[in-house]
């Protein structure tokens, strides 16, 4: 716990409130590639978003944050069991878990020691999915102004492992990989939502902690002109990448899949 790097704790409830939340599509495809859906950990689990949407396709669900805050804004459900821990030492048993999910944390994480820590947990022929979002997109005038905050307001006070989601395509991985469909998340939001998804970023923060004034109000009035009405509701989407991996089977042959169920369970 000595090593985590804490940038969303102050924000917890804000992160809980504005952040985006993931297509039931992406859940329903890493219900298709498990072998058994019994038990599934939602690795970095911040507010419990992808945990809620893991439990509408696994039996259980166990969901971890190094961030107390976070785990104390998460979103309570009767299969999710929450759990204060760091990514690299979870406190899972060996080779119980059918599938690891990591939504928008990899970055944060000690690579080298959770791939080992994903590999001890995973049952043979266990899934782990990996996913990030970068830059929104709206209409072009307003993604212009979005883009000039993110590069050149608080640019400089992103923390370095950022880098890894404009690079996740090519982090190391040492998984046997899958190639998985395309997925995107999609928001419909006014404007007081979007300004306050960009009060969430971790390099606004770090502004605001730097500098003692708030950043998002550099652009607001940008960002009002090109909206128009401030109550009127924009679609948002996220393009995301996805990176997914099984390990060997104790064969050492390709795992099968589980056939996808009739019915999605009530999340």
């Known amino acids: 716990m000595a090593t985590f790097k804490d940038h969303f704790s102050k924000q917890a409830a804000d992160y809980a409130t504005f952040r985006p939340?993931?297509?039931e599509k992406l859940f329903d495809y890493l219900g298709t590639i498990a072998q058994s859906r019994q038990l599934a950990w939602d690795c970095g689990t911040g507010n419990g978003q992808a945990a809620v949407g893991l439990a509408s396709v696994f039996d259980r669900v166990i969901a971890t944050d190094a961030s107390e805050k976070q785990i104390?804004?998460?979103q309570s459900h009767q299969t999710i069991e929450y759990r204060v821990a760091p990514a690299e030492n979870s406190g899972i048993g060996s080779e119980t878990i059918d599938l690891i999910m990591v939504a928008q944390a990899l970055h944060w994480f000690d690579l080298g020691r959770f791939y080992g820590e994903a590999q001890r947990v995973l049952k043979p022929g266990g899934v782990l999915a990996?996913?990030?979002?970068?830059?929104?997109?709206?209409?072009?005038?307003?993604?212009?102004?979005v883009n000039r905050y993110y590069h050149e307001v608080v640019g400089p006070f992103w923390p370095p492992e950022r880098r890894l989601v404009e690079q996740f395509g090519n982090l190391p991985f040492p998984f046997q990989e899958v190639d998985p469909p395309k997925f995107e998340m999609t928001a419909h939001w006014n404007l007081d939502h979007l300004l306050g998804y960009l009060r969430t970023w971790?390099?606004?923060?770090?502004?605001?902690?730097?500098?003692?004034g708030d950043p998002v109000e550099q652009i607001a009035e940008a960002l009002r002109s090109a909206?128009?009405?401030?109550?009127?509701?924009?679609?948002?989407?996220?393009?995301?990448?996805?990176r997914i991996g099984r390990k060997p089977s104790s064969t050492g042959q390709p795992a099968g899949v589980h056939k996808r169920r009739a019915s999605r369970k009530n999340a």
């Open 21 to 23: 939340r993931y297509p």
């Open 72 to 74: 104390a804004n998460a």
């Open 130 to 145: 990996a996913s990030a979002y970068n830059l929104l997109h709206i209409e072009k005038a307003i993604d212009e102004i």
């Open 227 to 242: 909206w128009g009405k401030p109550g009127q509701t924009r679609t948002v989407t996220w393009p995301i990448v996805v």
């Open 202 to 212: 971790s390099s606004t923060q770090r502004f605001i902690a730097a500098k003692g």
